[in-house]
């Protein structure tokens, strides 16, 4: 099975599970991912990078909130328009976001839509550099045992985690209906080193 066969196979198998079990399952994977905060006090601030989720995806929105409350800087990610893409090297950057401004970004509103610089608020919803992230939660569609993940197919995380820092934290979420026997993958795809799924 190629890459688009499977992509549309395995996210019909997500939109089947209903609602409250996709709502269970994702808080199974938050409170997993909370383990991972540990205990707060007078450290060194830390961010994490999550995603807003679409459709059937495992949300990792407690997590986000529960972050929040333990001190941690949270971050969203903001696609670039084409001329930023051009600049940057890169097709997303992550935005940090307060628990109070969550619903006024529009990145988190329309996650897929590409935003020039100047049409975000940067001083509200600054631009964290990449090797400034302690942990970054990744969206994916499907994973084997070996930790290949396949995507969307834009390949925005596999050209944005190889600039985070070596000692940032790179888990990614699903439920376990996402995982396969195999994942095909090309050079550029990169294997998640952590998958947690419920």
Not at 16 to 21: S, T
Not at 43 to 52: C, I, L, N, S
Not at 100 to 111: C, K, M, N, Q, V
Request: aromatic share 6%; hydrophobic share 45%; net charge negative.
């Amino acid at each position: 099975m190629d890459k688009a066969e499977l992509r549309r196979a395995v996210i019909a198998r997500r939109d089947a599970l209903d609602l409250d079990m996709r709502a269970a399952k994702s808080a199974a994977v938050c409170a997993r991912l909370v383990e991972l905060l540990g205990g707060s006090g007078p450290v060194a601030p830390r961010t994490v990078a999550v995603y807003a989720a679409m459709g059937s995806e495992a949300d990792p929105a407690a997590f986000a909130a529960a972050a929040a409350k333990h001190g941690w800087r949270v971050a969203y990610p903001c696609m670039f328009s084409a001329a930023d893409t051009v600049a940057s090297g890169q097709r997303m950057c992550m935005r940090a976001v307060t628990a109070g401004d969550a619903s006024e970004a529009p990145f988190i509103a329309h996650p897929t839509r590409a935003f020039a610089a100047t049409d975000v608020d940067s001083s509200r919803f600054p631009i964290v550099p990449a090797e400034a992230l302690d942990m970054i939660v990744v969206p994916l569609v499907a994973f084997d045992h070996t930790g290949a993940r396949l995507g969307y197919g834009g390949g925005c995380y596999d050209r944005y985690l190889p600039t985070l820092s070596p000692a940032c934290q790179i888990i990614g979420i699903a439920f376990d209906e996402q995982r396969v026997d195999h994942v095909p993958t090309d050079t550029h795809d990169l294997p998640l080193p952590h998958i947690i799924s419920a």
